[in-house]
């Protein structure tokens, strides 16, 4: 039983609870919930810490529901549960897998147009959805209708849709069979290859090379690694297993002596290698994973090498690979074969920014109860601000989402925002070593308004603007909106600017050429969040914002201290776009990027 198996299960029984009764199991929903979503972003599977008796080790999960959880792991089913779904119609739990169908709506479906057999359901409600039988229903109308056909349309394409991990879950069960293959006493090096050293958004499967001269040795650690399900395959130097998440792992062996070669081929791109090796040709080089075949001498470092007899010249190191080639090496970011082997050949590669690189973090929500419109931090102003010293920060954004304007008059929210300016300015004044940034996180309204009066934002130094709601806009629409939201003088940077959400929500529409030049224009940055799960701007689009000469911010939108350690995956992906440090504004010192922060 796989994790988002059990994911699924606690989420049908959530569902059973709020189809119940919503607010008299308000807690339960939420404890299952919760473990759920754990569930399904741990990268080790619960099977595989029962086995090693680590399953009460899970955080986020009730005693209660972890005892439910080994049961599941323990005998594939949990006695409770299954006394709980019988009393719900069985057809209810497939719709739950439909985008937007909640626990309620699949129940009113169900019952009111008879919906019996769970194994057809969504192709019946499909049928009866086009006959303009969800219209009739007291509550629903044509609108409705229309949003669940659509639904229905994504659900089936997410069927077919081959499951990529998000960056950081693959990058976490990648390092555990890194450093289970380092134990082996014939592994002298291990590197992690593929679409994860190129630090892409998503990965879809874990290429892992070792160097040794005993390769079936390796080979065979590897094949009994403990969180292995089966053996794919196994050659003379390479071996591909799936874990017990369905996961697949490829290793490549090589001689250290070779071990370079190996390390530019699997690192790919594909696109990147193929480019690579009709340039090397053109030279009278043969590229493949174990060296460069030529019949001329190759020299690298002012070195001639010496090939064997067979007129394959071998590599240890990748950057003298490039060399022989007479490239520039290139950072594995960039291998995408979008213009950087054309550079590399002319040494004119751009210097990519580095995490080292970052001075402060702009986007964090502290727990100062400003009775926001969206979710609060974890951490206080204080932890959040101790926490930024300890990464080498120079200054920290507060910017939690701006007050509820629903449940507050104006005087109220100028009262709540006060209040933090005196928090924040105490520590500015008593803590040399950092600076803090009067900042918040203002939504920007289906109308283009942002959602405080001009006299409530005089209290900032500047404003993230972003869209929280109206995601679906016409493209023309949604474009004067942004543009209107960042004409404010304090709106500074456009949070989040696209809205995706990786496997789950694809980003907003809009006219990005324009919105770009417009912050080019107008002296405005754009975010690349690094929340794992956005990564927004996605590095494509950063690509461009470098091309126009947009500036940009990299931010974590925290919402807790530690969550401040993902500013790496930021910096991933304006490396992926090609950002130098010049690009990025929060490399500047605290006295500049204030000047900017208040556009001067
Ligand atoms: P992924 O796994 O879909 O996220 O993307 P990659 O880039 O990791 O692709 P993968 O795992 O198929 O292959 C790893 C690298 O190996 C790839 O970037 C280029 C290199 N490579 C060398 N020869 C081949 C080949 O014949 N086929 C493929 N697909 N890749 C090759
Ligand atoms: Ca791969
Ligand atoms: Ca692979
Ligand atoms: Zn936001």
């Not at 759920?36 to 741990?42: H, Q, S, V």
């Not at 969800?134 to 609108?143: D, L, M, P, S, T």
């Not at 009994?224 to 591909?240: C, Q």
């Amino acid at each position: 039983m796989t994790n988002s198996e059990i994911a699924k299960t606690l989420r049908d029984i959530a569902a059973v609870y709020s189809i119940k009764d919503e607010k008299k199991h308000y807690f339960q929903i939420a404890a299952y919930q919760r473990a759920a979503d754990t569930l399904e972003r741990l990268t080790i599977e619960a099977s595989d810490l029962f086995v090693q008796g680590r399953l009460r080790e899970i955080k986020g999960v009730g005693q209660t529901i972890a005892g439910y959880i080994e049961e599941m792991v323990k005998t594939g089913k949990v006695k409770h549960f299954e006394e709980l779904k019988k009393t719900v119609p069985p057809a209810v739990f497939p719709l739950l897998n439909i985008p937007k169908i909640g626990p309620k709506t699949a129940f009113k479906l169900v019952s009111v147009l008879k919906l019996k057999r769970a194994e057809n359901v969504v192709e019946e409600l499909e049928k009866k959805a086009k006959k303009g039988e969800i219209a009739a229903i007291e509550g629903f109308g044509e609108k409705s209708q229309s949003d669940i056909l659509r639904a229905i349309e994504e659900y089936y394409r997410g069927k077919t849709k081959t499951r990529r991990m998000v960056f950081p879950f693959a990058l976490e069960i990648a390092e555990r069979v890194v450093s289970y293959l380092k134990k082996c006493p014939e592994a002298k090096q291990v590197e992690i290859l593929g679409s994860l050293r190129r630090k892409a958004e998503t990965v879809g499967d874990i290429d892992i090379a070792v160097a040794s001269d005993q390769p079936q040795k390796v080979l065979a650690w590897f094949g009994k690694y403990p969180e292995k399900e089966r053996v794919i395959e196994v050659g003379d130097a390479t071996s591909s297993i799936l874990t017990s998440g369905q996961r697949q792992v490829d290793v490549m062996v090589q001689p250290s002596g070779a071990f370079g070669s190996l390390l530019q081929h699997f690192t790919g791109s594909k696109a990147h290698n193929i480019h690579l090796r009709t340039y090397a040709q053109s030279k009278g080089l043969s590229l493949s994973e174990y060296g460069i075949k030529s019949s001329k001498q190759i020299t690298v470092n002012r070195k001639q090498l010496i090939a064997n007899k067979k007129l394959l010249y071998q590599f240890s190191k990748e950057t003298d690979f490039y060399e022989a080639i007479g490239l520039q090496w290139i950072a594995p970011e960039m291998r995408e074969d979008t213009g950087e082997i054309e550079l590399a050949i002319k040494h004119k590669l751009p210097d990519l920014v580095e995490l080292k690189d970052i001075k402060g973090d702009l986007h964090t929500h502290s727990s100062f109860n400003i009775e926001p419109s969206h979710d609060l931090g974890a951490n206080t102003i204080g932890e959040m601000a101790k926490k930024a010293e300890n990464l080498g920060y120079k200054y920290l954004g507060l910017a939690e989402h701006n007050p509820s304007i629903t449940a507050h008059n104006n005087n109220q929210i100028y009262d709540l925002l006060c209040r933090r300016n005196m928090v924040i300015e105490k520590i500015n004044t008593s803590n040399t070593n950092i600076t803090l940034f009067k900042l918040l996180e203002v939504d920007i309204q289906a109308d283009g308004n942002l959602a405080l009066d001009d006299k409530i934002l005089e209290l900032l130094d500047g404003a993230i603007v972003s869209i929280h709601s109206s995601f679906r806009l016409e493209k023309d629409e949604m474009t004067k909106r942004i543009l209107k939201g960042l004409s404010h003088p304090k709106a500074r940077i456009l949070g989040h600017p696209t809205g995706r959400l990786l496997n789950e929500r694809p980003g907003i529409e809009a006219d990005w050429p324009d919105i770009f030049e417009f912050c080019q224009k107008n002296n405005k940055a754009l975010e690349i969040n690094s929340w794992p799960y956005r990564l927004d701007l996605p590095d494509t689009m950063v690509r461009e914002a470098v091309k126009m000469g947009v500036k940009m911010v990299i931010d974590t939108d925290s919402h807790a201290s530690d969550q401040m350690d993902v500013m790496r995956y930021g910096v991933y992906t304006a490396r992926r776009g090609w950002a130098t440090k010049e690009n990025i504004l929060n490399t500047l010192p605290p006295d500049m990027f204030r000047k900017w922060l208040e556009n001067k």
